[in-house]
Nanobody
Framework: QVQFVESGGGLVQPGGSLKLSCAAS????????MGWYRQAPGKQRELVAT????????NYAVSVKGRFTISRDNTKNTVYLQMNSLKPEDTAVYYC???????????WGQGTQVTVPS
């Protein structure tokens, strides 16, 4: 079982920035495609961004493309999400997970809350 600990969320004004971090347990992190997901109140969890195991390729949801950047440091078992130009619709709990078969592969961590007031 792999565990994830997300951090870095908070309250930020529209147009502001935050950088989220997610630390993973275990020794196989460097082999995983990783994803950041988010879940807004009353909505299903959605995929925000993915990054390949070596970090060479990334993909983004249309809603965040050009504003968010996913990156990783395999020496630290950590994946990051730099979020710029934040909007109220980005308000959600953000989670990371290994992205496999179109979804998170492991149990979800506690997530980190991002709030952008309108």
């Amino acid at each position: 079982q792999v565990q994830f600990v997300e951090s870095g969320g908070g309250l930020v004004q529209p147009g502001g920035s935050l950088k989220l971090s997610c630390a993973a347990s275990g020794s196989s992190f460097r082999f995983y495609v990783m994803g950041w997901y988010r879940q807004a109140p009353g909505k299903q969890r959605e995929l925000v961004a993915t990054i390949t195991s070596g970090g060479a390729s990334t993909n983004y949801a249309v809603s965040v493309k050009g504003r968010f950047t996913i990156s990783r440091d395999n020496t630290k078992n950590t994946v990051y999400l730099q979020m710029n130009s934040l909007k109220p619709e980005d308000t959600a709990v953000y989670y990371c997970n290994q992205h496999a078969l179109g979804r998170g592969a492991w149990s979800w961590g506690q997530g980190t809350q991002v709030t952008v007031p309108s």
